[in-house]
Nanobody
Framework: QVQLVESGGGLVQAGGSLRLSCIAS????????MGWYRQAPGKQRELVAR???????NYADSVKGRFTISRDNAKNSMYLQMNSLKAEDTAVYYC????????WGQGTQVTVSS
């Protein structure tokens, strides 16, 4: 059974930082491209950052220069370091294992107060 478990969300003031973690089990983590998505109230889920198996990364324009995605295949883990947070970053953040049969975590709430 595949499980993706996010942690690290919370309430932070604008300009602050948070580090999200995603721990995967039940799948061969190293062969999956992984991503962080977010969904704000009333909005569609959007891709925030992606890291492929070789380590290359992509970011949404809105988070470039502020967020950093990384992975540790030995720990079946993925991370999202979020700096200079803004109120518009407030959302539920989801871990995603990409592919024709994608897997999702349950999400972790990030709230940025202005």
């Amino acid at each position: 059974q595949v499980q993706l478990v996010e942690s690290g969300g919370g309430l932070v003031q604008a300009g602050g930082s948070l580090r999200l973690s995603c721990i995967a089990s039940g799948l061969t983590f190293s062969v999956y491209s992984m991503g962080w998505y977010r969904q704000a109230p009333g909005k569609q889920r959007e891709l925030v950052a992606r890291i492929i198996t070789g380590g290359s990364t992509n970011y949404a324009d809105s988070v470039k220069g502020r967020f950093t995605i990384s992975r540790d295949n030995a720990k079946n883990s993925m991370y999202l370091q979020m700096n200079s947070l803004k109120a518009e970053d407030t959302a539920v953040y989801y871990c995603n294992a990409m592919g024709t049969n994608p897997y999702w975590g349950q999400g972790t709430q990030v709230t940025v107060s202005s």
